[in-house]
């Protein structure tokens, strides 16, 4: 298997995986930089349950099918508008996860409350439930994310980013998993909201590409061989 071959595969394993977690549903998607202006994503009408490396596809910023056996998710812009946008990103995820879309739902603000969940905090907001599937969309995207690694779109979903597919599938799972720790909390009272000292310490210990490996790890064994 060459290089490509591997790396659609993990990004299949990724989605498999996200799936399994329920982070990504029937109509998630995650991708990967290719040469140029092109990118690797599955495709569209997949199983995300089942997915394989043939079921990446390979287009074009403007989402010109160039390789593959399907056309791509309808928001491909999100992907080609980030890539646009962020030249140090090399994979995206957006998901649409359960914990972390009820906050956007009620108005209430994500505070970390968990350590690997301050990674990305602070995590903005897009004011609109709209799909990112054309340019304008992609653009008011864009503007709300900045420089983050994380952003939530209200009462639609999530997107993480990172240098790698291992990064933005780890980033997306602290998300979630900081939403949901976050939302059990206030059943009870006030959840406690780390200090700026507090998460500094965090990232300084979790951001790290080992620790990241052994959460995808620990995500990849589970799958079904």
């Given at each position: 298997?060459?290089?490509?071959?591997?790396?659609?595969?993990?990004?299949?394993?990724?989605?498999?995986m996200l799936?399994?977690?329920?982070?990504?549903?029937?109509?998630?998607?995650?991708?990967?930089?290719?040469?140029?202006?092109?990118?690797?994503?599955?495709?569209?009408?997949?199983?995300?349950?089942?997915?394989?490396?043939?079921?990446?596809?390979?287009?074009?910023?403007?989402?010109?099918?160039?390789?593959?056996?399907?056309?791509?998710?309808?928001?491909?812009?999100?992907?080609?508008?980030?890539?646009?946008?962020?030249?140090?990103?090399?994979?995206?995820?957006?998901?649409?996860?359960?914990?972390?879309?009820?906050?956007?739902?009620?108005?209430?603000?994500?505070?970390?409350?968990?350590?690997?969940?301050?990674?990305?905090?602070?995590?903005?907001?897009?004011?609109?439930?709209?799909?990112?599937?054309?340019?304008?969309?992609?653009?008011?995207?864009?503007?709300?994310?900045?420089d983050r690694?994380?952003?939530?779109?209200?009462?639609?979903?999530?997107?993480?980013?990172?240098?790698?597919?291992?990064?933005?599938?780890?980033?997306?799972?602290?998300?979630?998993?900081?939403?949901?720790?976050?939302?059990?909390?206030m059943q009870?009272?006030?959840?406690?909201?780390?200090?700026?000292?507090?998460?500094?310490?965090?990232?300084?210990?979790?951001?790290?590409?080992?620790?990241?490996?052994?959460?995808?790890?620990?995500?990849?064994?589970?799958?079904?061989?």
């Amino acid at each position: 298997m060459d290089d490509l071959e591997q790396k659609k595969q993990q990004l299949a394993d990724c989605i498999r995986m996200l799936e399994s977690s329920d982070i990504i549903d029937y109509n998630g998607h995650a991708s990967f930089r290719g040469d140029g202006e092109t990118l690797h994503i599955n495709i569209g009408s997949c199983q995300r349950s089942q997915l394989r490396a043939k079921d990446i596809c390979q287009i074009d910023f403007a989402g010109n099918l160039l390789a593959g056996d399907g056309n791509p998710p309808l928001e491909f812009h999100l992907h080609a508008g980030i890539y646009r946008a962020r030249p140090e990103v090399n994979a995206i995820v957006h998901a649409h996860p359960k914990w972390s879309t009820f906050l956007t739902m009620v108005g209430v603000d994500y505070l970390p409350v968990f350590a690997q969940g301050s990674l990305v905090y602070p995590v903005p907001v897009l004011d609109t439930p709209d799909s990112i599937n054309n340019p304008k969309m992609s653009d008011r995207l864009n503007q709300i994310l900045g420089d983050r690694p994380a952003a939530l779109m209200k009462s639609h979903g999530a997107v993480t980013v990172g240098a790698s597919i291992t990064e933005a599938f780890v980033l997306i799972n602290y998300l979630e998993e900081n939403a949901h720790r976050q939302h059990m909390a206030m059943q009870i009272g006030k959840p406690y909201c780390f200090s700026d000292d507090e998460m500094a310490l965090c990232r300084g210990k979790l951001w790290n590409a080992k620790l990241f490996q052994r959460t995808w790890d620990h995500f990849y064994a589970k799958l079904p061989s």
